[in-house]
Structures are given as structure tokens and as C-alpha cells.
């Protein structure tokens, strides 16, 4: 059974602060991995995607993958209340191109 | 602008009145998914279509029927819904990456919150 696992949060940061959120996987040959926001009722908001191992940063948002370890990460900058939200890890591996998510993390970000 | 749109958004029915949720993408993507989403198990692929007349099941596919006639389209079908169907759905599309487990990113319609009493 290919999981990605989640830490289970909730996470709860002060305005301004950097969050951390980690998301472990298990199926080797999964490529394409990604992070997606999800506001209560909403659907899930495509926030970063990453390929290669290493760094990538969009803005405030900087995701890293270690493929070695099969663990992938976001971190949010100068956290912001609107940041409040579920952040989804998923990864595709497979020729189905299916997306398998973590349970998501819970973020609160505190003015 | 390009977008992944569902109909109905909220629907309340009875058990065992045929429903179908429709789902269409304006951005000529090859790839469709349905998913559903429950408090505490996440979200949970039900069907998916790699192009035309091609799908296949997901994880939960039970109770449910898909079609893909055009390449904008994917709708949903519950036959016989019943109670347990009650969630959260959402489709998606993507293009199809063309190489073994790559894929470009795939986006959400807005949902469909469907209540079967």
C-alpha cells in the first residue's frame, strides 16, 4: 500500500514565524510530488510542485525533497493569518498518474 | 480562464434516486479524476480517465459509474446512492506526463457536497 504520511499537527505558529510542515512517503519509484492548501469546504489549492531533489522556492514558499530519505517538506516564510489552512503533501508515482495525499496538517497561524 | 467546473455544487437526495454530478475542464487536459473526501480518511480516488473512453477504477470505486465521451468531460453517476455516499467530491484534471510517474499538476473543481438521507 503506497502512503504519504503526514506530521498530524495541528500546527500553530505566531504571525511572522517560519512553519514547517513534513510529509514522509513511501513508494520508491513516486517522481512528482506536491503541495496543495485546503480551506474548510473549499477545495485543494495547488501551491508547489517539485520533481528534483533539493530547494524550491516560489515567494514566501520553499519546498525541499530528499529522495533518498523519501521525504519532502514545505516551508512557509513570514507566516501570515491567511496562511491558516490544511496543507495536503501528495505524491504520483505509477502510470495511472494517481495522486495519493497525506491525511493533511492542520495550520493556525496567530495574529 | 481555465478551470475545472461542477454541477451540481450541493445536492440532498434520497437513497436509491440516480444522481449524476458532471464535471468539465476547459484546458484540454487528457487526464480526469474523481475524488472523495471524509473527515479522517482524506481524500480517496474513486475513478480516473487517462483520455477518451479510457478509465479505470481507484481505490473506492464501488457504487459509482463514470463515462469520458469528449475530452472536456467526466461525469459522475451513482446508480443506487445511499447513505455511505455522503461526502465531499471533487474532480480533477491534468495533462499526462510522458514519461513513467511523471505528471504535471493536477487542479480541482470547486466540489459538490452531496447528502444522501
Known amino acids: 500500500q503506497k502512503e504519504v504520511e503526514q506530521n498530524s499537527g495541528p500546527l500553530s505558529v505566531p504571525e511572522g514565524a517560519i512553519a514547517s510542515l513534513n510529509c514522509t512517503y513511501s513508494?520508491?519509484?513516486?517522481?512528482?510530488f506536491f503541495w496543495y492548501r485546503q480551506y474548510s469546504g473549499k477545495s485543494p489549492e495547488l501551491i508547489m510542485s517539485?520533481?528534483?531533489?533539493g530547494d524550491k522556492e516560489d515567494g514566501r514558499f520553499t519546498a525541499q525533497l530528499n529522495k533518498a530519505s523519501q521525504y519532502v517538506s514545505l516551508l512557509i516564510r513570514d507566516s501570515q493569518p491567511s496562511d491558516s489552512a490544511t496543507y495536503l503533501c501528495?505524491?504520483?508515482?505509477?502510470?495511472?498518474?494517481?495522486?495519493?495525499f497525506g491525511k493533511g496538517t492542520l495550520l493556525t497561524v496567530n495574529p | 480562464e481555465a478551470q475545472v467546473t461542477q454541477n451540481p455544487r450541493y445536492l440532498i437526495t434520497v437513497t436509491g434516486k440516480k444522481l449524476t454530478v458532471t464535471c468539465s475542464q476547459n484546458m484540454n487536459h487528457e487526464y480526469m479524476s474523481w475524488y472523495r473526501q471524509d473527515p479522517g480518511l482524506g481524500l480517496r480516488q474513486i475513478y480516473y480517465s487517462m483520455n477518451v473512453e479510457v478509465t479505470d477504477k481507484g481505490d473506492v470505486p464501488e457504487g459509482y459509474k463514470v463515462s469520458r465521451k469528449e475530452k472536456r468531460n467526466f461525469p459522475l453517476i451513482l446508480e443506487s446512492p445511499s447513505p455511505n455516499q455522503t461526502s465531499l467530491y471533487f474532480c480533477a484534471s491534468s495533462f499526462r506526463g510522458r514519461a513513467y510517474g511523471f505528471t504535471y499538476e493536477q487542479y480541482f473543481g470547486p466540489g459538490t457536497r452531496l447528502t444522501v438521507t
Open positions: 517539485i520533481y528534483s531533489n
Open positions: 501528495a505524491s504520483v508515482g505509477g502510470s495511472n498518474y494517481k495522486l495519493t
Open positions: 513508494d520508491r519509484v513516486s517522481q512528482s
